[in-house]
């Protein structure tokens, strides 16, 4: 095996070809639908490119090559109109990002040395949290303060949701519902603190993103109230 290796590369070297290299493994990638993703070519910044070619698919489908000075991005009707080459670099750009557009993509460039470089990339197209709402399901007065419960839902699955309260002394409890994206916030407020500011965080991986804070006011006793969202919410619930 290893001599049969050594033929062929001196097969290479006597034909004047230089053997490209190629990644063991597809470099990762992500981006959110709608907005724009650069995938890198990886080659070395010092290179002169003479050719770039990005491809899809195992049978080598151009979607956007530069040979002989010309770059052409109009290739492949998916991506037309979103593309962006860098005759430079090698990277190319996707514009406008869609469902679609993940998949393995492969770029293989030559420099004016006559070198060669294959790199694979792997991209995942991934939908952006989108903010989560809180409704107010009571606000009473007790005795020595006022008690308040407040649920937070998110359209999102697979998502953690947490609270933030204002101010940091104000008692509460957490009741969370993975399966369902919500969670349910009990909290008691002293007459010494009068008010209490609440907002819910939705987290999923390293990304999050924050509820408008909602501050209400006791004895409103303001019930299916639909804070942060577009739905109301038909059953009503108090806690006196």
Known sequence: MKRSLLCVLGLFSVLGVKAAAVAKSPQEVSGYLGENITLPSGVDPSWSLIRNEWSIFTNTTWIATYRNGISNTERFLQYTGRLTLNTRSGDLTIHNLKESDATEYTVEVINSEGEDKIHQIKLTVKQKLQQPSIQIVTSTSVESGCLMVVTCS????????????????????????????????????????????????????????SSKPVTPKCDSKICGKLLNGTHSVTNKHSIS
């Open 154 to 209: 998110s359209l999102d699955e697979g998502v953690n949701l947490s609270w933030s309260v204002e101010p940091v002394s104000v008692l509460t409890i957490n009741k969370s519902n993975p399966s369902d994206s919500s969670a349910q916030l009990f909290a008691f407020v002293n007459t010494r603190e009068n008010f209490a500011s609440f907002t819910c965080i939705s987290s999923r991986d390293t990304e999050s993103v």
